[in-house]
C-alpha cells in the first residue's frame, strides 16, 4: 500500500490569504496524481489529474504542481474565499491498473 | 440525475444483521469502488472491481463481500454487521480505457450506516 502524506492536517486562513498545501508519496513506480475536493456533507469531486514531472494545473484560484522524481505534489490557494472551506485530498497510483491510494486530506477553513 | 446512486442513504441496524449497501451507475464506467470513511481516517478502500468478472479486496475487505451483478451495478454486503462498520460508505466509478480516460473517480452521494 502506498504511504501517501498530507500536511497540514488542517489549516485556518482569512478570507483573503493565499494558501499552500503538500502531498507526498513514493517516487518509485509513479504514474498519476489526483486531487480531490471534499465539502462537508457532500461527496469528494476531483480537481485535477497530472501525470508528467513538472505538470502544473489550474482552475481559477487553485492550481497544483507535480514533482515526480522527489514524490510531491503542492497544491496552492489565491485569496482564499469561505467557499473553499472543504478538505483536500491527494490520490497518487503506481499504474493503470492500481486503484488510486487517498491521503487523509487537509482540512481548509477559511475564516470571512 | 445522479450518475452515481446509493441505497440506501441510511440505515440503522443491529449488531449481527446482514446488511447490503447497493450503488448503481450511468456513468458507463468499467470500474467500480467501495469505500469507507472514518473521522480522522480519510476514505479507505474495501473492495473494487474494474470489470464484471473482476473483483478484488482493498485495504480493509475483512467483514464486508461484494457483488458485481453488472456493468452498473455493484453491492457491498455487511454479512453479520459490527458496530466498529458503523461509518459513511461511498461508492465509487472511474474510466481509464476510453480516450482520454484518466481512471478519475467519480462518488456517489454516500450510506451513512450505524451499527448498534
Known amino acids: 500500500i502506498l504511504n501517501v502524506e498530507q500536511s497540514p492536517q488542517s489549516l485556518h486562513v482569512q478570507e483573503g490569504d493565499s494558501t499552500n498545501f503538500t502531498c507526498s508519496f513514493p517516487s518509485s513506480n509513479f504514474y498519476a496524481l489526483h486531487w480531490y475536493r471534499w465539502e462537508t456533507a457532500k461527496s469528494p469531486e476531483a480537481l485535477f489529474v497530472m501525470t508528467l514531472n513538472g505538470d502544473e494545473k489550474k482552475k481559477g484560484r487553485i492550481s497544483a504542481t507535480l514533482n515526480t522524481k522527489e514524490g510531491y505534489s503542492y497544491l496552492y490557494i489565491k485569496g482564499s474565499q469561505p467557499e473553499d472551506s472543504a478538505t483536500y485530498l491527494c490520490a497518487p497510483s503506481r499504474s493503470g491498473n492500481t486503484p488510486l491510494v487517498f491521503g487523509k486530506g487537509t482540512r481548509l477553513s477559511v475564516i470571512a | ?116
Open chain 2, 1 to 116: 440525475d445522479a450518475d452515481v446512486t446509493q441505497t440506501p442513504r441510511n440505515r440503522i441496524t443491529k449488531t449481527g444483521k446482514r446488511i447490503m449497501l447497493e450503488c448503481s451507475q450511468t456513468k458507463g464506467h468499467d470500474r467500480m469502488y467501495w469505500y469507507r470513511q472514518d473521522p480522522g481516517l480519510g476514505l479507505r478502500l474495501i473492495y473494487y472491481s474494474f470489470d464484471v468478472k473482476d473483483i478484488n479486496k482493498g485495504e480493509i475487505s475483512d467483514g464486508y463481500s461484494v457483488s458485481r451483478q453488472a456493468q452498473a451495478k455493484f453491492s457491498l454486503s455487511l454479512e453479520s454487521a459490527i458496530p466498529n462498520q458503523t461509518a459513511l460508505y461511498f461508492c465509487a466509478t472511474s474510466d481509464l480505457t476510453s480516450p482520454g480516460g484518466t481512471d478519475t473517480q467519480y462518488f456517489g452521494p454516500g450510506t451513512r450506516l450505524t451499527v448498534l
